[in-house]
């Protein structure tokens, strides 16, 4: 035995023992938060004061579900480079979209991206490493090009028209519904047929009864958090898998649909119409060249478009709608140019995405409410290369992680005037340059390399859905001076959006 009489093991749970293993700790903790702040390899910037210390001031403010709001806040605070966490720091200066995200920068995306995925598994969305994104992408961009995505029309048009049908019941019942979750049962049901070939159902019986939303918001807010502490990931993961939570339906639901389509294979269901999708045309990828288009890649593909598409989409429309209920002068315009362009027969019936294209009030309330309302609320971070960089008008040591938030780029009044937090369609219409301009910091979709590859998807959901749903329906919301209720993760999610609906005559 070791040191019997004169180290007793009582003696390690003794009062100055413990005393003296606790005020180590607390001295280790001290340097650590000291060395993270003022070390010499982190640049100096301003920033709330714990802030410099540990990213729990961070996850905080994250877990406080109004992250977008704050950032906003801390430039108009700070300036236009602020320290939120001792690595990290949010920039508004218009000028570093093209230094982080342009194309060719060596600006990798940042590890917290990988809390969004598989850590064994990472798709396009996901994959930090720059070579092996691009390959990813260039594997599976051309499944969302226009010309491939235009065919898959038929399957908006199936859900505009499912949608509709339950406002037509609304209308005639007179009943209160929430838009918000209506918009998004659409948004869901749509991505699992463009997807997938398969809705979830949702819209048919105006419910969630297997908890998918639940489940996929419960895993957002994980990515977000745990993003912070993306360290933690992999090991959590594992836990949550085994556990059965963090999607585990949606990840069960997309390989049901790709299994029983797979030709020869012992799930195959004979006979399934395989409707034009993303899954339709991988799997066409992958019979021209198994090796290079493996079924993993069909598998992630299909996930990644579920994943990104569907809250995306839907909060993106229920900012639409949210601004023109709340601007009648807007939404009386929109009504005017959608009647104007049914009564002289310029748009059919139900209005497709090519006659929504020719609609340019329309197009200019969807980019508007989209600024005012991005769905991404948490700074796209990017890790800063080799050697360090200049952003900002700052040099940033290398490693540093620096990231610009969508709604700081858009509540920008250098950019968008000192209009800019007001919802005016207009502003897009009123001068060509201006409006090209604007465009250069507009990041919605995000920018360069790793900008969103579901863009001309969702605008063509968007684009169907909102003129045919203005032409049929007289929208009201039930509490008017209500403000706007949202709660944000990696999403800026509105929470309850109650309406009421009548038929206009068409
Ligand atoms: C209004 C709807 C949408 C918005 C606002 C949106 C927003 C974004 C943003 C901001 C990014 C870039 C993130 C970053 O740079 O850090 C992104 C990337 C991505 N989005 Fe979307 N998205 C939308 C719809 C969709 C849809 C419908 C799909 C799929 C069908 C999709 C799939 C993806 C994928 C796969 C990426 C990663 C691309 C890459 O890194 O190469 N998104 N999206």
Known sequence: MLFPQRFPISYLFSFP???????????????????????PKRTVAPGPFFAKFSRLWFLRQVLQGEFEKVNIELHCKYGPVVRIAPN??????????????????????????????????????????????????????????????????????????????????FAQSGAAFNLQEWLQFYAFDLIGLLAVSESF???????????????????????????????????????????????????????????????????????????????ARALEKHKEDPETFKISDVYQVCLASIGA???????????IFWYLLKTPRALAKLKEEVDEMTTSGKISHPVTFLDAQAMPYMQAVIKEAIRLHSATGLPLGRVVPKGGAKVAGKYFTEGSVVGINTWVAHYNTDMFGDDAATFRPERWLE??????????YYI???????????????????????????????????????????????????????????????
């Open 444 to 506: 919605a979709f995000g920018h360069g390399s790793r900008t969103c590859v579901g863009k001309n998807i969702s605008l063509m959901e968007i684009s169907v859905l909102v003129p045919n749903l203005i032409r049929r329906f007289e929208f009201e919301l039930v509490r008017p001076e209500d403000g706007l209720e949202c709660y944000s993760n990696w999403f800026v999610k509105h929470q309850n959006v109650l309406c009421r609906v009548s038929e206009r005559k068409v």
């Open 88 to 169: 990290e720091y949010s920039i508004s200066d218009p000028e570093a979209i093209k230094t982080i995200f342009g194309h060719g920068t060596q600006f990798m995306k940042a590890p917290s991206y990988k809390a969004a995925g598989d850590p064994y598994f990472p798709n396009l969305f996901t994959e930090l490493d720059p070579p092996t994104h691009a390959t990813l992408r260039r594997k599976f961009a051309p499944l969302y090009s226009m010309s491939s995505i235009v065919s898959m029309e038929p399957c908006v048009q199936k859900c505009t028209a499912v949608l509709t049908e339950r406002l037509r019941e």
């Open 431 to 440: 001068d060509k340059e201006k409006a090209q301009v604007m465009e250069r």
């Open 309 to 319: 598409g569907s809250d995306t989409t839907s909060i993106s429309l229920c900012a």
């Open 17 to 39: 023992s413990i005393a003296f293993l606790f005020s180590s700790l607390i001295l280790l903790l001290l340097f650590r938060a000291l060395w993270q702040a003022y070390s």
């Open 201 to 279: 159902g949702f819209l048919d019986d105006g419910k969630d009864p297997r908890g998918i939303l639940i489940e996929l918001d419960a895993f957002i807010k994980y990515s977000a958090r745990v993003g912070i502490y993306h360290e933690i990931h992999t090991p959590l993961y594992k836990l949550m898998q085994t556990l059965g939570k963090g999607g585990a339906y949606i990840y069960t639901f997309t390989w049901a649909q790709i299994a029983k389509r797979l030709p020869g294979s012992a799930t195959e269901e004979k006979g399934v119409k395989l409707e034009d999708s993303i899954l």
